[in-house]
């Protein structure tokens, strides 16, 4: 292979086309042999430059900092699309132990022990969620999504008496009301 150090500066800028060629040509012949070479002299740059390769690769990143993030969060998404089991497992082993303090064993075994099915409405065959008091943090069992969101909601007891007070006494009630007295009184003056 011919560069410009093996050539007077002069020499190169006059050939440059026909070195280029004599450089792919050698190329060409001698790809196989010269593959390997070009992995190692990568790896060497990349050890030696390694500070300014991460430095321009953080600035690439925060340059556009919500399109690195949306990719990022697109592989995240296609990931977790093509290796559902593998998500389901992670959850059970990491999620668990950190949010509730229990092991998959323990979940396992509260799902066996209610015979799969939601502890509130008798459901069977949806996915169950732990239930567990946010104050406490104490785990009461395993019940479905919609349960779970019932009880979180009940555990507001500002919201759980609004919508008490919403159930006894709802506002398009007082709007029936007069409607239908109008309605009413209308059907009387006619007759």
């Known amino acids: 292979m011919v560069d410009e150090k093996s050539y007077g500066q002069s020499y190169y800028s006059r050939h440059k ?13 001698h790809k196989e042999q010269l593959r390997p070479l070009a992995r190692i002299r990568g790896r060497r740059y990349a ?7 991460n430095k321009r690769q953080r600035e690439d990143y925060h340059a556009d900092l919500e399109r690195s993030r949306a990719r990022e969060r697109a592989d995240a998404r296609l990931w977790r699309q093509r290796h ?16 509730y303090g229990i092991t ?51 555990e507001k007891t500002e919201w759980f008496k609004q919508a008490i007070e919403y159930l006894r006494n709802p506002p398009a009630r007082l709007l029936q009301q007069t409607t239908t007295q109008k309605s009413f009184d209308a059907k009387m003056k006619e007759k």
């Open 84 to 99: 559902p089991e593998k998500v389901h497992d992670n959850n059970m082993k990491y999620n668990l132990p950190m949010r």
């Open 17 to 29: 086309e026909k070195i280029r060629v004599k450089n792919h040509e050698y190329y060409v012949t």
């Open 104 to 154: 998959k064993t323990d979940y396992e075994q509260m799902f066996q022990n209610q015979k799969g099915q939601c502890l509130l409405c008798d459901r069977v065959g949806v996915p169950l969620r732990v239930d567990h008091n946010h104050q406490t943090k104490v785990v009461r069992g395993l019940l479905c999504d919609r349960c779970n969101l019932g009880v979180d909601m009940i």
């Open 47 to 53: 050890i030696r430059h390694r500070n300014e390769i």
